[in-house]
């Protein structure tokens, strides 16, 4: 599946950004679907993940959401109360299976990466 990320951008601390990724390709409904972050000299860490349920990283959980429109082949990040810490390349991935994996090698494809910058 290739995957198409958008919506990154420039906020301030506190705002709220929208990333989207579309996929096209194998059966997107049966893809679990996932989102991850890499800020400079830093690992690239898992930010949320969505199949038939949604699992967040503890530092993102009641702040961004993620979800899926099966429909259109997207699925989506809105991230809200966003902190500086949040600054990041943020990557959208695929996996075949039904299972949210938090490990960037449980995912088979990558999206280009969107830049998030967040502003003090």
């Known amino acids: 599946v290739q995957l198409q990320a958008s919506g990154g951008g420039l906020v301030q601390a506190g705002g709220s950004l929208r990333l989207s990724c579309t996929a096209s390709?194998?059966?997107?409904?049966?893809?679990?679907m996932g989102w991850f972050r890499q800020a400079p000299g830093k690992e690239r860490e898992f930010v949320a993940g969505?199949?038939?349920?949604?699992y967040y990283a503890d530092s993102v959980k009641g702040r961004f959401t993620i979800s899926r429109d099966n429909a259109k082949n997207a699925v989506y990040l809105q991230m809200n109360s966003l902190k500086p810490e949040d600054t990041s390349v943020y990557y959208c991935?695929?996996?075949?299976?039904?299972?949210?994996?938090?490990?960037?090698?449980?995912?088979?494809?990558w999206g280009q990466g969107t830049q998030v910058t967040v502003s003090s």
């Open positions: 390709g194998r059966s997107f409904s049966s893809q679990t």
């Open positions: 991935a695929a996996r075949g299976s039904t299972v949210v994996v938090t490990t960037a090698r449980g995912y088979d494809s």
């Open positions: 969505i199949s038939g349920y949604t």
